[in-house]
T-cell receptor, first 114, second 111 residues
Framework: SQQGEEDPQALSIQEGENATMNCSYK?????LQWYRQNSGRGLVHLIL?????REKHSGRLRVTLDTSKKSSSLLITASRAADTASYFC??????????????FGAGTQVVVTP | SQTIHQWPATLVQPVGSPLSLECTVE??????LYWYRQAAGRGLQLLFY??????ISSEVPQNLSASRPQDRQFILSSKKLLLSDSGFYLC??????????FGSGTRLTVV
């Protein structure tokens, strides 16, 4: 089964609005990552947050991590049409034997309309 | 920074034909390499990973195999393709603190 699950599955917003998506996972982790995928393309790494971090920023992106709830959120502020993409979270499994292997959720499809 | 070259971008193959997808990495040495498959509208499923030359671990039983003949070369193969092998195949390389670098993917359609 998938380690990470994103919520919602789809999100439609207008330019300038904020987009928030969540990721829940099952096991303890070393770190969690967020990726973006434009249709039919490879994934682009957005941000990595370690298990001992609670919040991280990168430009218009803000990621939070709550290890007690096994959840993370990705906030895109002041969204643009170019932010239209699918967003995936990926987690490793800190229980051992899976170093460097990340499991991906099914993604949140974000559509930003002008 | 790491760069992954993956080809071809699109491939249409008949059932029962062989497959060979190649991935090469630039900008790093001794990387961990991964093959993922993505079904339409779904997340990524880890198929194989490799921590070094000749070292391959399979995550799921399937009709595919992987090989790593050189440090920065990772190959995904099949002797006889099935319809269920259709999908979007992505090669990835892990970095120290930047997560994965992905290739641009190969869209495989088995007909």
């Amino acid at each position: 089964s998938q380690q990470g699950e994103e919520d919602p599955q789809a999100l439609s917003i207008q330019e300038g609005e904020n987009a928030t998506m969540n990721c829940s996972y099952k096991t303890s982790i070393n770190n969690l990552q967020w990726y973006r995928q434009n249709s039919g393309r490879g994934l682009v790494h957005l941000i990595l947050i370690r298990s001992n971090e609670r919040e991280k920023h990168s430009g218009r992106l803000r990621v939070t991590l709550d290890t007690s709830k096994k959840s993370s959120s990705l906030l895109i502020t002041a969204s643009r049409a170019a932010d239209t993409a699918s967003y995936f979270c990926a987690t490793d499994d800190a229980s051992g034997g899976s170093w460097g292997k990340f499991q991906f959720g099914a993604g949140t499809q974000v559509v930003v309309t002008p | 920074s790491q760069t992954i070259h993956q080809w071809p971008a699109t491939l249409v193959q008949p059932v029962g034909s062989p497959l060979s997808l190649e991935c090469t990495v630039e900008g790093t040495s001794n990387p961990n390499l991964y093959w993922y498959r993505q079904a339409a509208g779904r997340g990524l499923q880890l198929l194989f990973y490799s921590v070094g030359i000749g070292q391959i671990s399979s995550e799921v039983p399937q009709n595919l195999s992987a090989s790593r003949p050189q440090d920065r070369q990772f190959i995904l193969s099949s002797k006889k393709l099935l319809l269920s092998d259709s999908g979007f195949y992505l090669c990835a390389c892990s970095g120290a603190s930047y997560g994965y670098t992905f290739g641009s993917g190969t869209r495989l359609t088995v007909v």
